[in-house]
């Protein structure tokens, strides 16, 4: 596809001669505009007529660091299969502090916590009202064809394939009937008087 020259941002990826150039910098002026382009570490600044067309890439090459060589794509991080301690706490229906109690009035239920976001989620066991946004969310595995219960049946079985190391969640997770102990406790009321 092309444009012309009047159109191109910042930031654009142009195909010019097979390579991908991406625009750093566009100053436009009644009829022409000056231009810098940049294709890894060759960079070109010069005048072009905004009526003139160029073509625009189809998939903008990432950026390259001017010291090192472009970055090899980041390893999927392995994923924990069984959580790192039991989930010693209150229900999940216990809101912890006052921002919390908020869920309640706007009829929302709290999806999780980590004590580790890193190292994945305790989030409460999935139900008829909740498993489509669970699959959404935690699994990555929505089907909007299915009904709940074979949403259920398959949670189940995706739950399953985790165990045997055959499926990554979009986020990892771990259900349990209490929520983990993660410091916030509920205010006392001992001690006040009215």
Same mark, same amino acid.
């Not at 003139?52 to 980041?74: F, G, L, N, Q």
């Not at 809101?95 to 919390?100: G, K, L, P, T, W």
């Not at 009035?105 to 008829?128: M, S, W």
């Not at 946004?133 to 074979?150: K, M, N, R």
């Given at each position: =596809?092309?444009?012309?020259?009047?159109?191109?941002?910042?930031?654009?990826?142009? @195909?010019?001669?097979?390579?991908v150039?991406?625009? %750093?910098?566009?100053?436009?002026?009644?009829?022409?505009? %000056?231009?810098?382009?940049?294709?890894?570490?060759?960079?070109v600044? @010069?005048t072009?007529?905004?009526?003139?067309?160029?073509r625009?890439?189809?998939?903008?090459?990432?950026?390259?660091?001017?010291?090192?060589?472009?970055?090899?794509?980041?390893? $999927?991080?392995?994923? +924990?299969k069984?959580?790192?301690?039991?989930?010693?706490?209150? $229900?999940? %229906?216990?809101?912890?502090?006052?921002?919390?109690?908020?869920?309640?009035?706007?009829?929302?239920?709290?999806?999780? %916590? *980590?004590? @580790? *976001? @890193? +190292?994945?989620?305790?989030? $409460?066991?999935?139900?008829?009202?909740?498993? +489509?946004?669970?699959?959404?969310?935690?699994?990555?595995?929505?089907?909007?064809?299915?009904?709940?219960?074979? =949403?259920?049946?398959?949670?189940?079985?995706?739950?399953?394939?985790?165990?045997?190391?055959?499926?990554?969640?979009?986020?990892?997770?771990?259900?349990?009937e209490?929520?983990?102990?993660?410091?916030?406790?509920?205010?006392?009321?001992?001690g006040?008087?009215?």
């Amino acid at each position: =596809m092309k444009k012309p020259w009047s159109k191109i941002k910042k930031g654009d990826a142009l @195909d010019l001669g097979g390579r991908v150039w991406t625009v %750093e910098k566009i100053k436009p002026g009644k009829k022409k505009a %000056e231009v810098k382009i940049r294709h890894k570490s060759n960079v070109v600044r @010069d005048t072009v007529r905004l009526d003139d067309k160029v073509r625009i890439a189809e998939k903008p090459e990432p950026p390259r660091s001017r010291r090192t060589a472009e970055a090899a794509p980041a390893k $999927p991080k392995k994923q +924990a299969k069984k959580p790192p301690a039991p989930a010693e706490g209150d $229900p999940w %229906e216990t809101q912890q502090d006052r921002i919390e109690k908020q869920l309640a009035v706007i009829g929302a239920r709290l999806v999780g %916590e *980590a004590t @580790d *976001a @890193d +190292a994945g989620y305790y989030v $409460p066991d999935v139900d008829v009202t909740t498993v +489509a946004s669970h699959l959404l969310v935690f699994h990555g595995t929505f089907d909007p064809a299915e009904d709940a219960t074979q =949403m259920s049946n398959r949670h189940a079985l995706e739950h399953e394939e985790h165990l045997a190391g055959k499926r990554t969640f979009k986020i990892n997770h771990w259900h349990t009937e209490n929520r983990p102990t993660t410091g916030k406790k509920k205010k006392s009321k001992k001690g006040k008087h009215s």
